[in-house]
């Protein structure tokens, strides 16, 4: 790609830095800024630069926010007995689109990962368990089921026993719509053990 | 998206502006630089402003470039008496990619298009026109096959005509490797037609 000024080839290495975005699409990125216009251009580099100044973290729940508490942490209609433990602010965001809960959030900013060199002192845990002794009567563990999400999972369920909160965990079982046949088998499992009453 | 601070859903909106990158894209990369270091923030967004800076077209081909004339025009060891019509930057670049071209080129900067009101005056042509005068012996025509492609190389192979150039165009038919009974009709007739002697 040598041929290319050296401006767009950097523009194209910087756009293909980003996950899910190769080559070509870097590519097909950057000719789009090197047509559009100056103000389309300059609104889309002020935002970048927006991202990395007006984002801070809730003092409570870690979640990104542009004030301190958040939204959220702030909204006096949420329910301020529930929190809800995530890894990250696009996996709450993932709970917060259904408009189906109404209690409060936490994000751990991660899973403790031996492996990656991640322990519990790397994440949100003292002010979850400090904020559960504060009249929280559920906390929700929404984390992925990975094995580093499962053990993050046992390691706060233990915890937060001590505090006197129930602790659950999101329901493992068949994506709803999906043809039984193409679930894979863990998946099948999970749906098994955890049957519900019909009637 | 409500629940976004405003700088991350701004950000997804630039990004999602651009083609072939869908909300859920556009979402991971802001997220991706939400996570990033300041510097690589920062160094993306210079990268941005620096494509509108530093970018002009080349006065000679059209072709974009960081000097004038671009560095395949002034490059001493193109052969000066071919010049490879394209659509546009990206058109040469593929064409560059394969290193089996040592001609120069002319960037037309779109094709003729009366459905969206390009003409032939909206295009680099005078200019095509002029240097096919100046030493040329052939001109390539390498623009895409669509109905606009062919109306265009139509009309140029008129007007070059008059200047005593030979007028050829890209081959059309069977891409390397593929299998012929995937190829769709328009193209089988092509490559019938354009069938070459083997013996």
Do not use: W
């Not at 959030?105 to 504060?134: A, C």
């Not at 580093?148 to 390691?155: I, L, N, V, Y």
């Amino acid at each position: 790609m040598s041929i290319l000024p050296k401006s767009i080839a950097d523009l194209i290495d910087s756009f293909s830095a980003m996950p899910g975005v190769g080559k070509k699409s870097a590519k097909r990125m950057a000719f789009y800024v090197l047509k559009a216009g100056r103000d389309e251009a300059v609104n889309m580099a002020k935002a970048i630069i927006n991202v990395k100044d007006r984002i801070y973290h809730c003092s409570e729940c870690h979640n990104i926010a542009e004030n301190d508490p958040c939204n959220i942490c702030r909204d006096p209609k949420r329910d301020r007995t529930q929190i809800c433990v995530v890894e990250d602010a696009m996996d709450l965001l993932a709970i917060e689109n259904t408009a189906n809960y109404r209690g409060l959030y936490h994000v751990l900013g991660g899973v403790i990962s031996p492996l990656n060199g991640i322990g519990p002192d790397n994440l949100n845990i003292t002010d979850l368990l400090h904020r559960s002794e504060k009249g929280v009567k559920e906390v929700i563990l929404a984390l992925n089921s990975t094995r580093d999400g499962e053990t993050t999972e046992m390691f706060l369920s233990k915890m937060l026993s001590t505090k006197g909160v129930k602790v659950t965990r999101l329901a493992h079982g068949l994506p709803v719509g999906t043809n039984l046949e193409f679930a894979d088998e863990t998946t099948l499992i999970r749906a098994l053990e955890g049957r519900t009453n019909i009637l």
